[in-house]
């Protein structure tokens, strides 16, 4: 395992960087998509927050006052057991780094969960253009089912 790690540099190759930017756009587009959806369907929020600076843990599409994290993972990015492929070229280093990432989302969910958020993630495959007006549905029912809260979470949302 260490001695992949330290093989990273090679991240800098011109094949990885070709991996990074297929994948960056593909996960990015979904997420706009979804928030615009949210946001024409009357849901406020805020968007790239952390709840717990500290930790930074950057929440996609926060409600502060409901207590709610949703989070937008893209299937390559975050390792999605339906549609990641390990990259050919540098397939090991690609499949620690990807492995890494699926873990910090497992510490960033029980992170959150411990301090008392509701934590939703979504998959980027659930918001593709055949599913996505019924996960806004579902969330929409979600934070509409959670009452605002009073306290700490509504403290600076003004
Ligand atoms: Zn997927």
Known sequence: MACIRKRAPKATSAAVRRVMRENVGRETHPERKLRSLLFRSGLRFR??????????????????????????DGCFWHGCPLHFEVPKTHSSWWQEKIEDNRQRDARQTRLLRALGWSVIRVWEHEIKEDSISSKVREIKEVVQQMAPRDGRKRRGHR
């Open 47 to 72: 968007k790239d927050y952390s709840p717990v600076p500290k930790e930074r843990v950057t929440v996609d599409i926060l409600f502060p006052r409901q207590g709610i994290c949703i989070f937008v």
